[in-house]
């Protein structure tokens, strides 16, 4: 009798080794935990959670959990101690032995462990997942505002169009002082208005398309900076000048000064600018590098998106204009960033078909 109660403990502690060996190659933390107390924790487990196995062992399950979701949790380890197999996973938020917190996924079920049943919880790390879709519903936020913000613009533009008219007329007739200050005040709140249409829907923007090129456009847009050109370098390389591409050219003068204009506002003083124009795969190339202050990666995602900006007295519409004239064309915007090091706009366009 003893023997066979010897013999099978031994085929119970020798099915737990080879568990426990199955869980320690998972990597995802797994932890086996009965009354209160952690009997097993795998590798991945304790470094996920910022601690060693000698700490985590023996602890309470609950020590990772903050105080407001105790009584959940302690409520669903008791279900799995009912169920019969796992029970529904649910999204959490647990604070590491390091103090820091992290979203997981969170799952049970119970287990025969230690000749007796146990639960066994693992954890999935989904802080990726919440992070894109918590900046999702930002971008779609700002998406939609600047959507209302064109509606709104819309319709107030025909209004103030109509009362500058008025305006000019009754100046036919009055010589009033402030006549004149109204006229250009109006007409400032109508460019406002009228950049911000354009920005978002350039195929409204009543303008030619013609051949452009870009070559001779780069060129003469950087004389546009020459106030802040002392303290930064700006290296031009522009190749097949032959080659042109076709589209509205206002807009895409507009499109690479706001990329320009972008560079500049990112170096530091001795900063470095560098200027590209190519042709390669039957298409034309802009690049756009600088060595400024770079872009965080959780951000890239945002730029293009109306109202996007990091600078205080920025609107966040450059990058818009530039992302949908290029896209109307047929273009990308490739960005490439690094933090502290600096950040490349690659601008593709389809070529003017009879510059082939
Ligand atoms: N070359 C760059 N280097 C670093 N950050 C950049 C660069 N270009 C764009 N950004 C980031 O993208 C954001 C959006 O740019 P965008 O041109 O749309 O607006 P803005 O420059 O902030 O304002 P505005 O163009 O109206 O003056 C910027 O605020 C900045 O954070
Ligand atoms: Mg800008």
Same mark, same amino acid.
């Given at each position: 009798? !003893?023997? *066979?109660?010897?013999?099978?403990?031994?085929?119970?502690?020798?099915?737990?080794?080879?568990?426990?060996?199955?869980?320690?190659?998972? +990597?995802?933390?797994? /932890?086996?935990?009965? $009354?209160?107390? %952690?009997?097993? %924790?795998?590798?991945?487990?304790?470094?996920?959670?910022? =601690?060693?196995?000698?700490?985590?062992?023996?602890?309470?399950?609950?020590? %990772?959990?903050?105080?407001?979701?105790? #009584?959940?949790?302690?409520?669903?380890?008791?279900?799995?101690? *009912?169920?019969?197999?796992?029970?529904?996973?649910?999204?959490?938020?647990?604070?590491?032995?390091?103090?820091?917190?992290?979203?997981?996924?969170?799952?049970?079920? #119970?287990?025969?462990?230690?000749?007796?049943?146990?639960?066994?919880?693992?954890?999935?790390?989904?802080?990726?997942?919440?992070?894109?879709?918590?900046?999702?519903?930002?971008?779609?936020?700002?998406?939609?505002?600047?959507? *209302?913000?064109?509606?709104?613009?819309?319709?107030?533009?025909?209004?103030?169009?109509?009362?500058?008219?008025?305006?000019?007329?009754?100046?036919?007739?009055?010589?009033?002082?402030?006549?004149?200050? *109204?006229?250009?005040?109006?007409?400032?709140? &109508?460019? @406002?208005?009228?950049?911000?249409?354009?920005?978002?829907?350039?195929?409204?923007?009543?303008?030619?398309?013609?051949? &452009?090129?870009?070559?001779?456009?780069?060129?003469?847009?950087?004389?546009? /900076?020459? $106030?802040?050109?002392?303290?930064?370098?700006?290296?031009?390389?522009?190749? !097949?000048?032959?080659?042109?591409?076709?589209?509205?050219?206002?807009?895409?003068?507009?499109?690479?000064?706001?990329?320009?204009?972008?560079?500049?506002?990112?170096?530091?003083?001795?900063?470095?600018?560098?200027?590209?124009?190519?042709?390669?795969?039957?298409?034309?190339?802009?690049?756009?590098?600088?060595? =400024? %202050?770079?872009?965080?990666?959780?951000?890239? $995602?945002?730029?293009?998106?109306? /109202?996007?900006?990091?600078?205080?007295?920025?609107?966040?519409?450059?990058? @818009?204009?530039?992302?949908?004239? +290029?896209?109307?064309?047929?273009?990308?915007?490739?960005?490439?960033?690094?933090?502290?090091?600096?950040?490349?706009?690659? +601008?593709?366009? #389809?070529?003017?078909?009879?510059?082939?």
């Amino acid at each position: 009798m !003893n023997q *066979m109660l010897e013999s099978n403990t031994k085929d119970r502690l020798q099915n737990e080794t080879i568990y426990c060996q199955i869980l320690e190659y998972s +990597v995802e933390t797994i /932890f086996l935990h009965v $009354d209160q107390k %952690i009997l097993y %924790i795998n590798q991945a487990g304790a470094d996920f959670l910022k =601690g060693s196995k000698k700490d985590i062992i023996g602890a309470n399950p609950l020590c %990772i959990i903050p105080d407001f979701y105790k #009584p959940k949790i302690t409520e669903r380890i008791q279900k799995a101690m *009912m169920a019969a197999g796992p029970i529904e996973v649910i999204e959490q938020s647990i604070a590491r032995l390091d103090g820091t917190f992290v979203d997981v996924e969170f799952y049970c079920q #119970p287990v025969q462990f230690g000749g007796r049943k146990a639960i066994q919880t693992g954890l999935r790390d989904i802080t990726k997942r919440k992070n894109s879709e918590r900046q999702l519903n930002e971008r779609e936020k700002l998406a939609s505002i600047g959507q *209302m913000a064109v509606g709104i613009a819309h319709e107030v533009k025909n209004p103030l169009t109509s009362v500058k008219g008025f305006l000019q007329l009754i100046k036919e007739t009055n010589t009033h002082p402030y006549l004149l200050a *109204m006229e250009s005040e109006l007409e400032k709140a &109508i460019d @406002t208005l009228q950049n911000l249409l354009q920005v978002s829907k350039p195929n409204l923007y009543s303008e030619p398309i013609t051949k &452009i090129d870009l070559c001779k456009e780069l060129s003469s847009l950087i004389f546009l /900076f020459q $106030d802040k050109l002392y303290n930064t370098e700006i290296e031009m390389d522009l190749r !097949n000048s032959d080659k042109m591409i076709i589209g509205k050219k206002n807009l895409f003068l507009k499109a690479f000064f706001n990329l320009i204009k972008n560079a500049l506002e990112a170096v530091p003083e001795k900063g470095k600018i560098r200027i590209e124009h190519y042709f390669r795969d039957d298409c034309i190339y802009v690049k756009i590098s600088d060595n =400024g %202050i770079g872009i965080p990666k959780d951000k890239i $995602d945002f730029l293009g998106t109306p /109202f996007y900006s990091s600078k205080g007295e920025g609107t966040g519409l450059g990058l @818009t204009q530039v992302f949908t004239t +290029v896209k109307e064309y047929g273009g990308t915007v490739q960005v490439e960033s690094e933090l502290g090091i600096g950040t490349t706009f690659l +601008v593709k366009l #389809p070529l003017h078909p009879t510059s082939c």
